[in-house]
């Protein structure tokens, strides 16, 4: 009797770790990425917008913007990785920091067809969360995904965007799909 009770123990043990290792889809749902960006400077090598400088929120690295360098490093990815439970928004925190009152930037959450077309579109101006020039602000891009918009084909596109003349940096990105 307590050699069939081990074994029908062992077999359910076994028959658990078999099924719970089998294929299985990641769900994007409250998934939920921390960038600072020291930790992207072997991946992103020379890009123009990462630079290492005393001016980062954290570390040593953050995103720099200014009227030569328009867009900050982007994060991509296809809408068919979130399928098939998608989330129904995506939410994107940080901080921003500018050296003028003057500097026109936003940071962007865009939804784009394979052709390029802008299907769905949300910014923060930086006007809206900057309160001082030289400091560190705290700023949150919410893009609701209606059900229609998530072709396989589309491409989320996540990024810093500088449409003036003055440097504004960005660093400790958050994103979330909901």
């Not at 069939?4 to 749902?29: P, R």
């Not at 129904?88 to 067809?113: C, P």
Request: glycine letters at 4%; one cysteine or more; a positive charge.
């Amino acid at each position: 009797m307590i050699k069939i009770q081990a074994n029908f123990l062992y077999f359910l043990a076994i028959s658990l770790v078999f099924f719970s290792c089998g294929k299985k889809q990641e769900v994007f749902n409250n998934k939920e990425y921390h960038i600072q960006f020291d930790e992207l400077v072997h991946f992103v090598k020379n890009h123009p917008s990462l630079i290492k400088t005393n001016e980062a929120r954290s570390g040593k690295y953050c995103v720099y913007t200014d009227a030569k360098v328009q867009y900050g490093i982007d994060y991509c990815m296809n809408v068919a990785d979130l399928l098939p439970n998608p989330p129904k928004t995506i939410v994107v925190e940080g901080y921003g920091k500018t050296v003028s009152a003057a500097a026109k930037a936003a940071y962007v959450i865009s939804l784009e067809n394979p052709q390029n077309q802008i299907q769905a579109y949300e910014a923060i101006d930086v006007k809206k969360f900057i309160k001082k020039p030289g400091e560190w602000s705290a700023f949150k891009v919410v893009l609701p995904l209606k059900p229609q918009l998530l072709d396989p084909n589309n491409l989320i596109k996540i990024y810093a965007w500088n449409f003036g003349q003055d440097p504004v940096m960005f660093d400790d990105l958050s994103i979330r799909f909901e």
